[in-house]
Every structure is written in structure tokens, then in C-alpha cells.
């Protein structure tokens, strides 16, 4: 039982490094490219990274209810994921990413309370330090409160997020992999449906590849390392450990792009990492 919890937090970590990574790089690329177009061709990348990475394990393909359920899993985090990236260019990285991790963790919590019990006290003072660490960012005073485009576009992508975890839980019982290819082509099909529609057919330049193969790789890889905690772990637990996520992209973006945060805003992300802590104990 150690050894499982103890994978499962690996895994977890793992995924928030990955997804956080791709976070800041989707955000970069947006600025330049269509948002769609990003998701997209990030999609495409990470499908063959995936497809790869089963056949070179041998993965045996699951039965059909794991790979519907990867579908789902697909269609709701590419919307997710899309209004993310949106979030990520026109707004503040340190506030678009901290919000959507929280209702990302609060969903699968939520669901596991159902499925395996009420959470503890500690889990339950976690949601009451959330609560407080919205409030934080959301009320800084002058320049810093948030808009109401960045509380839109994170609360979706949090929405999109929990039930990616929710789903993807589900679809990982007997695989890991192919129900994530399951996910990728869903997402694709769904991605492409909109570049159809929106008249967007070019490709991208060649300076942008470099960015779109780094979202690409670490989505495909945070899907990866969450589908193995889900299932060596509880869904809450890992649900919450991958969704520190935002301490990588704020960091990412402190260091790179210099990107300020008013002292107020810092604690309100300090308090809302430490608040997943508390909801994953």
C-alpha cells in the first residue's frame, strides 16, 4: 500500500511538472499563433508521441467502455485546454493558472466523496484555505484584480480539467495509453471541426514548431503520469497533486518573462498551492 501511495504521488508530481511546463509554452504560443491552430497541432504532436509510446510497450488494447471514456475525457480537456491558452495570452499567467487548477481539483474531490467517502478534516480546511486564496488574487486593489475575462476563461478550463480527471480515472483501469490515444482523437476531431469551421487552414511557421512540440510533449506526458497515479493511487489525491501544475507555470513565467505579481497576489498563489497540499493529505 506504501509503495502505491508513494507511485502515485510521483506520478502526480510528475504530471504537474509536465502540464505546468506545457501551460507556459501553450501560453507563449498563443500570443503568436491562433488558439485553435495551437491546441491542434500540440494535439496532433502529443497523438503520435502516445501511439508511440504503446506500441513500443506492447500495451494490449483495452475493451470499448475504457476507450469511450477516453473519448470523453478528450473532448472535455481540449475545450479545457483551449480556454487555458486563451487565458494565458490575454491574461496573467500568476492568475489564469492558479484559479483553473482549483475548480480542476475541487471536481475530482468532489466526485471521490461519492465513490469513496467524505473528505477529512484537513482535506476540508484545504477548500475553506481555496476559498480564501481566490478571494486574495480576486481583491488586490488597483491594477491587480483580476478581469472578468481571466475568471471565465480559467473557471472553464477547470471545469474542462476536473472531469478530463474524472474520466480519465475511469479509462485507465486496464490501459494507459491507448485510452489517452482514445483522448487525442476525440480532441482532434473535435479541434479540427472548429479550424474547419473558423477558416483557419494554415500551418504554422517554422519558428513556431519548436513551441508547439513542447506543448505537445509535456500534455501528452502530464496525461501520461496522471493516468499511472489514478491508477496506482486515489483519484483525489492524484487529481490534486497534478494540478500544482500552476506553481511551475508562475514560476516559468517569473523567471522568463519577469512577469509581477503585486505581493498580495503572490501570497493568494502561495495559498492556493498549499491549499491543494491540504485537499491531497
Not at 475545450?79 to 496573467?92: D, F, K, M, P, V
Request: charged share 10%; proline share 4%.
Amino acid at each position: 500500500m506504501f509503495a502505491s501511495d508513494t507511485a502515485a504521488i510521483i506520478y502526480g508530481l510528475c504530471s504537474a511538472f509536465a502540464w505546468g511546463a506545457g501551460d507556459f509554452s501553450g501560453g507563449l504560443a498563443t500570443r503568436r499563433i491562433n488558439v485553435l491552430l495551437v491546441v491542434l497541432w500540440s494535439q496532433l504532436i502529443g497523438a503520435g508521441a502516445l501511439i508511440a509510446l504503446a506500441l513500443v510497450l506492447r500495451e494490449a488494447v483495452p475493451q470499448l467502455r475504457p476507450m469511450l471514456y477516453g473519448a470523453m475525457a478528450g473532448l472535455v480537456g481540449v475545450l479545457g485546454l483551449a480556454a487555458l491558452y486563451r487565458g494565458l495570452a490575454i491574461g496573467r499567467m500568476g492568475i489564469v493558472a492558479p484559479l483553473s487548477a482549483l475548480m480542476a481539483a475541487v471536481i475530482p474531490v468532489l466526485f471521490g466523496a461519492f465513490q469513496e467517502g467524505l473528505p477529512t478534516a484537513i482535506q476540508l480546511a484545504g477548500f475553506a484555505m481555496a476559498v480564501v486564496a481566490i478571494w486574495t488574487l480576486s481583491y488586490s486593489g488597483g491594477d491587480g484584480k483580476p478581469q472578468a475575462q481571466e475568471w471565465t476563461h480559467a473557471l472553464a478550463a477547470g471545469v474542462g480539467f476536473g472531469l478530463f480527471f474524472v474520466f480519465i480515472d475511469k479509462a485507465s483501469s486496464q490501459a494507459v495509453f491507448w485510452p489517452l490515444v482514445a483522448a487525442r482523437t476525440a480532441s482532434i476531431t473535435c479541434m479540427l471541426c472548429l479550424v474547419l469551421l473558423r477558416g483557419n487552414y494554415a500551418a504554422p511557421a517554422k519558428p513556431h514548431l519548436t513551441h508547439l512540440m513542447l506543448v505537445g510533449i509535456f500534455d501528452a506526458a502530464g496525461n501520461a503520469f496522471f493516468a499511472l497515479a489514478s491508477r496506482t493511487g486515489r483519484l483525489d489525491i492524484s487529481a490534486v497533486l497534478a494540478s500544482l501544475y500552476p506553481a511551475v507555470t508562475v514560476l516559468l513565467a517569473s523567471v522568463l518573462l519577469r512577469e509581477r505579481l503585486l505581493p498580495r497576489q503572490w501570497a493568494g498563489v502561495v495559498l492556493a498551492v498549499a491549499a491543494l497540499v491540504m485537499i491531497s493529505l
